[in-house]
């Protein structure tokens, strides 16, 4: 039986588990990356490397030239270039105050920020077209799943001051090329034309009537799309609306003449150039700003989250944030889907390649010898190191092989008294002898 002090130690026993448990969880949490964001770490990093310059050369070569923007705007700027009745703005901005009491968002894409910065620069006061590209981190604050991240990476084109079909065609080109590049077979290129502001009236008022006779099965948000923009009822995840769009009016059929001809010809040098797509009347791409050509690269495999690509021509942006009429198409690229993609189809990526040379060392004066050496090597431009942690040899070895060393080489009394010693290659075991100086090494590294 337990006496009335014995229950109390019991209790404070029972609080100080409670209180443990508590502080653990929090502790937990404290190492757990925010949902919907990843850390990429060393194995997968150089992967990342690899394929964004890569994708910078690819766009390079096509005359595009890198933009670096600021992760955080004025709020105003994505409500009226990307539009307030979108998901984008309505629901998945992260916006706070600043402690100034100014609104502002972290980037949810990168075409309304390119467009305010050639803006304020008066770049589009020069030549034209103006071809930029940007690699960045964006925010959007959606439902995490499989490809679908809060925090994401795009590789973004932008073209300003080209209207003809051409320049559709080439910024269609840059998009398959990169895929092609990055040993994608398994991918489908999607085209549509949502016309312009003289056709696109007509389009909205059928968009309109057509979910007004559905109005009472609409969700909330699309009840309110109705009157302020329609046509974003199309982009709606929720399965009823979503069902409900399946049928609805198409962009397609209410094309202006101008636009008709300008789709047609998009069309014509795809087929000229042997591009293959298909045309889906569904695209409409979820931000307002798109005028006339919108198209996604779709990846079969991937699912839900296949589109890896999606862009299309804004010839009204510039003016809606208070520049002159500009025609402007673009597209951007998850790269994380883009990588993903690639794994799925087994893409070749490089070795992640550790240092040239592992210099190990046996005694005291050895290890100055190979701090020396490796100081040397490193001025040489050649990716040295030696051991830190006064290891026994195996254990430099072995931390040498663990770290993908290319060569080790060992440095011991009879080293240091002849100046020659052997680089042993981690790959082959093959043994090339050389002086004790950084020339030689080099050398025989190639
Ligand atoms: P977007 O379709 O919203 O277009 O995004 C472009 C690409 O970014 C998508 O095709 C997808 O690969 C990737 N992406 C979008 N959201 C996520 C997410 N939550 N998680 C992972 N990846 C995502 C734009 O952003 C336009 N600014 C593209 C553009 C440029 N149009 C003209 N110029």
Redesign the pocket.
């Known amino acids: 039986m337990m006496t009335p002090v014995d229950q109390r130690d019991a209790g404070v026993v029972r609080c100080k588990h409670i209180i443990a448990r508590e502080e653990s969880r929090k502790m937990a949490e404290l190492i757990q990356a925010p949902r919907g964001t990843a850390d990429i770490l060393m194995d997968e990093s150089y992967q990342w490397r690899w394929l964004t310059d890569r994708l910078a050369d690819t766009v390079g070569r096509f005359g595009y030239r890198e933009i670096l923007l600021p992760t955080f705007e004025h709020t105003e700027l994505f409500e009226r270039g990307i539009g307030d009745a979108t998901d984008?703005v309505g629901k998945e901005m992260y916006t706070m105050l600043d402690k100034g009491g100014r609104s502002i968002t972290l980037r949810p894409?990168?075409?309304a920020n390119t467009a305010r910065a050639l803006l304020q620069h008066g770049s589009l006061a020069g030549p034209l077209p103006l071809r930029v590209f940007y690699i960045m981190s964006?925010f959007?604050y959606?439902k995490p799943q499989s490809?679908?991240?809060?925090e994401?990476h795009?590789l973004?084109i932008?073209l300003f001051g080209a209207p003809s079909p051409d320049a559709d065609f080439e910024v269609i080109r840059v998009g398959d090329t990169i895929l092609r590049e990055c040993s994608l077979a398994h991918y489908e290129l999607e085209l549509n034309s949502i016309g312009c502001p003289h056709c696109r009236p007509a389009f909205h008022a059928a968009l309109k009537e057509y979910f007004a006779s559905h109005v009472d099965e609409l969700c909330d948000t699309c009840k309110g799309r109705l009157e302020r923009n329609p046509l974003r009822i199309l982009d709606c995840k929720s399965p009823v609306c979503s069902g409900i769009a399946k049928t609805a009016p198409v962009a397609l059929e209410y094309l202006c003449d101008d636009c008709r001809k300008h789709f047609d010809e998009v069309r014509r040098l795809l087929e000229l150039a042997g591009l293959s797509y298909v045309i889906n009347p569904t695209i409409v791409?979820?931000?307002d700003y798109y005028t006339r050509t919108v198209f996604?690269f779709v990846h079969k495999a991937a699912g839900a989250?296949g589109?890896?690509?999606?862009?299309?021509r804004?010839d009204g942006l510039i003016e809606t944030i208070g520049g002159p009429p500009t025609a402007g198409?673009?597209?951007?690229?998850?790269l994380?889907?883009l990588l993903s993609v690639m794994r799925s189809e087994s893409a070749v990526f490089p070795e992640d390649r550790g240092c040239d040379v592992f210099v190990c060392s046996v005694g005291d004066r050895a290890r100055e010898q190979s701090r020396l050496l490796v100081c040397q090597l490193l001025d040489a431009g050649v990716a040295a190191q030696y051991d830190l942690n006064g290891r026994s040899l195996k254990a430099q070895l072995k931390f040498a092989d663990r770290t993908h060393a290319r060569f080790t080489m060992v440095l011991g009394d009879e080293e240091l008294e002849t100046g020659q010693a052997q680089l042993k290659s981690m790959l082959d075991s093959r043994l090339l002898p050389v002086k004790l100086d950084a020339t030689s090494i080099r050398q025989a590294i190639g």
Do not use: A, D, P, S
Not at 307 to 312: H, L, N, W
Not at 329 to 334: E, K, L, R, V
């Open positions: 984008v894409e990168g075409t964006c959007r959606e490809g679908r991240y809060r994401f795009q973004g932008e791409r979820g931000l996604e989250q589109t890896v690509c999606g862009g299309g804004y198409i673009g597209f951007g690229m998850g994380e889907r």
